[in-house]
């Protein structure tokens, strides 16, 4: 059943019910079925190409009749305007050269033209992510499942104008956390791991609440929006890039296929079996803690993904700090 605009709340949290149960993707052509259930048409005529079951309930449906859900179409179409997912290539201006690069998409300092009731408008500085291979759809699902969350990087919204796919996030001027080690290394105390230990918990929390398994959680996309040597309440840190997210919900893990993925922070059974889960986040969890506060890798950078695997199914250095932490992250940082 459709539900108002009003109700995903003030943060702008998309609704549950936009999401295709079968994609995890947000619809743009809405049908129900016999079952009761909204689905995204061209999934669900897929579904029952081969079933002649719910794909929800998993009960026989008595016919294959879909009907277009336009009061839910339309409270999507709204919250989409409402809430600017959709960006308007002349309002993102893309400075200089690169920031960073990834195996999908190019970083870039820039800045956003926002306009506000009254035809008043202001610019702010974004982080602009150009998509270099796929499309943004996915990634940008993620956020919108997300919402607002102070732990997580902000979304401002997607543009798909002209050539280009853009993604435009909040700007972090310090940069990754990976990228901060070496500047770090005689100033960082107890304290401000700590604190940032904390903080990758509370966002990674939200993400296993949210039914998200990030699957690249590392340094590197964990961004640092502020940091002071002599307060350490001033030190902020979030979550970021979730290209390679997935979508567990009603289950247990999700099992990928053996594509690009960060080989040195994967647990045993993403190694072996490509098989994560929120138990596989906790262990990415305790290499990123690792990472910062030895400021090293636990692996050298000529390990083969062979190699890391070996290592990893020893446990060999690593035992101490999983064995204290897998059951939640959160529970160990709040115990030190």
Same mark, same amino acid.
């Given at each position: 059943?459709?539900?108002?605009?009003?109700?995903?709340?003030?943060?702008?949290?998309?609704? &549950?019910?936009?999401?295709?149960?079968?994609?995890?993707?947000?619809? $743009?052509?809405?049908?129900?079925?016999? %079952?009761?259930?909204?689905?995204?048409?061209?999934?669900?005529?897929?579904?029952?190409?081969?079933?002649?079951?719910?794909?929800?309930?998993?009960?026989?449906?008595?016919?294959?009749?879909?009907?277009?859900?336009?009061?839910?179409?339309?409270? !999507?179409?709204?919250? $989409?305007?409402?809430?600017?997912?959709?960006?308007?290539?002349?309002?993102?201006?893309?400075?200089?050269?690169?920031?960073?690069?990834?195996?999908?998409?190019?970083?870039?300092?820039?800045?956003?033209?926002?306009?506000?009731?009254? @035809?008043?408008?202001?610019?702010? *500085?974004?982080?602009?992510?150009?998509?270099?291979? @796929? %499309?943004?759809?996915?990634?940008?699902?993620?956020?919108?499942?997300?919402?607002?969350?102070?732990?997580?990087?902000?979304?401002?919204?997607?543009?798909?104008?002209?050539? #280009?796919?853009? /993604? *435009?996030?909040?700007?972090?001027?310090?940069?990754?956390?990976? %990228? =901060?080690?070496?500047?770090?290394?005689?100033?960082?105390?107890?304290?401000?791991? *700590?604190?940032? /230990?904390?903080?990758?918990?509370?966002? /990674?929390?939200?993400?296993?609440?949210?039914?998200? !398994?990030?699957?690249?959680?590392?340094?590197?996309?964990?961004? *640092?929006?502020?940091?002071?040597?002599?307060?350490?309440?001033?030190?902020? +840190?979030?979550?970021?890039?979730?290209?390679?997210?997935?979508?567990?919900?009603?289950?247990?893990?999700?099992?990928?296929?053996?594509?690009?993925?960060?080989?040195?922070?994967?647990?045993?059974?993403?190694?072996?079996?490509?098989?994560? =889960?929120?138990?596989? #986040?906790?262990?990415?969890?305790?290499?990123?803690?690792?990472?910062?506060?030895?400021?090293?890798?636990?692996?050298?950078?000529?390990?083969?993904? +062979?190699?890391?695997?070996?290592?990893?199914?020893?446990? &060999?250095?690593?035992? &101490?700090?999983?064995?204290?932490?897998?059951?939640?992250?959160?529970?160990?940082?709040?115990?030190?």
């Amino acid at each position: 059943m459709a539900a108002g605009i009003g109700a995903t709340g003030g943060q702008g949290k998309a609704m &549950s019910s936009f999401f295709c149960t079968i994609t995890d993707e947000l619809m $743009q052509d809405p049908v129900c079925t016999a %079952d009761g259930h909204t689905y995204e048409r061209a999934a669900i005529e897929e579904w029952l190409a081969g079933h002649d079951t719910s794909p929800s309930t998993g009960v026989e449906l008595p016919n294959k009749n879909l009907t277009p859900n336009l009061a839910l179409r339309n409270s !999507i179409d709204e919250w $989409q305007e409402t809430y600017g997912m959709h960006l308007r290539r002349a309002d993102i201006v893309i400075e200089g050269r690169p920031i960073a690069a990834g195996s999908f998409k190019t970083v870039y300092k820039g800045s956003l033209r926002v306009h506000a009731p009254g @035809g008043d408008s202001k610019t702010v *500085v974004v982080a602009v992510l150009k998509i270099r291979k @796929g %499309d943004c759809a996915t990634e940008a699902d993620m956020f919108l499942k997300l919402g607002r969350h102070p732990r997580l990087v902000r979304f401002f919204g997607q543009c798909v104008d002209g050539e #280009d796919q853009l /993604m *435009v996030t909040e700007f972090a001027k310090h940069g990754s956390l990976s %990228d =901060s080690f070496e500047k770090w290394e005689d100033t960082i105390t107890l304290a401000h791991n *700590v604190a940032i /230990m904390q903080q990758i918990a509370q966002g /990674m929390e939200h993400l296993s609440a949210e039914g998200i !398994i990030h699957r690249d959680l590392a340094a590197r996309n964990v961004l *640092v929006m502020s940091f002071d040597e002599t307060d350490v309440q001033k030190t902020s +840190v979030k979550i970021s890039d979730y290209g390679l997210a997935a979508g567990s919900y009603d289950r247990s893990h999700v099992t990928i296929a053996p594509v690009q993925l960060p080989t040195r922070h994967m647990s045993p059974e993403a190694l072996q079996k490509g098989r994560f =889960s929120q138990y596989s #986040d906790v262990w990415a969890c305790g290499v990123t803690f690792w990472c910062f506060s030895h400021i090293l890798s636990p692996f050298p950078p000529s390990f083969s993904r +062979v190699r890391c695997l070996l290592r990893v199914r020893a446990l &060999s250095h690593l035992r &101490s700090l999983f064995r204290a932490c897998v059951r939640s992250p959160l529970s160990f940082i709040r115990s030190l």
